[in-house]
């Protein structure tokens, strides 16, 4: 806001207008052209409402507006968009009353002119947004989980019958890993990002390839046991290729779980493979000779 000469600043200035009170909900905002779904607050100097697509708007009287009133409507636009995600979620009540708060501070800021009371109703309105955004992104990360709930149950019931285990370990195995990368997830849930505005697809995306990893890990850990390649501490003494399929199962969901597992147990099986070629490569040089 410019200053006069002599160096106080000028009072706000107002046009009396009788459009403010006589708009009613339903009707067509006769400056922006929208129809209005829920008036917040109506005076004879501005009107802060919801428009039908659920969108803050608002017109006032003022001539000059206070300094800061670019900062507030940045910070109000800057919300609204964050909180678009909520335009997925049926029913849309958490968007309205988001979008509500989100025009508290509009209010406050024609009503007081004051940066603080208006910054105060926006911080309740940037704390809900926050609080939805952690709860959506949890239950949508977490809810194709629920498919493992089959493959839980069928791991039971080869534990309970000795010959069924015998026979479907190695998808046992697999299916372990994938408890484990579920197991994972749980416990350092805290580290998965809350970026609602991702989407409920790109979440579904993150699960798949973090359930597929685990799956080929408790896979991965089966054939490196089977082929004597890596975790033969599993192995009984009297046949080192007779491996106790409650050991390995229990590795097969720590190579699922641990971020740190399956890259030493592929790196255990590099490890061999470079002994063994480097192994035949002598032995060929010692033949030729």
Known sequence: MAENESGSTPP?????????????EGDRDPFQ??????????????IVYLDSEIFVRWWSTWVEAPDFFAT???????????????????????????????????????????QAKAN????IAEIFIKQRGAELSRLWYFLPFSILGISLTLLFVCLLANHLLAK????????????????????????????????????YLEVIIRLGVGLGAGTLAYLL???????GFLSSRENASSTTPYGLLAIALLAGASEQLLPSLITKFDDSVSHTNTTKSVENEGGNT
């Open 12 to 24: 706000v200035k107002q046009v009396e207008t009788p459009y403010t009170q006589t708009l009613k």
């Open 33 to 46: 052209g929208v129809l209005i779904k829920s008036i917040l607050y109506a005076t004879e100097t501005f």
């Open 72 to 114: 507030i409507r940045n910070r109000v636009g800057h919300l609204e968009a964050r909180s678009e995600f909520l335009r997925r979620v049926h029913p849309k009540r958490d968007l309205i009353t988001v979008r509500t708060l989100i025009g508290e501070g509009m209010i406050q800021l024609f009503l007081t002119k004051d």
């Open 120 to 123: 105060a109703m926006l911080d």
């Open 168 to 203: 479907m370990l190695p998808l046992a195995c697999s299916i372990a890993g994938g408890i484990g990368a579920f197991i994972s997830s749980a416990i350092g849930n805290t580290r998965i990002p809350c970026v609602p505005s991702a989407g409920r697809g790109m979440h």
């Open 225 to 231: 046991s089977k082929g004597d390649i890596a975790v």
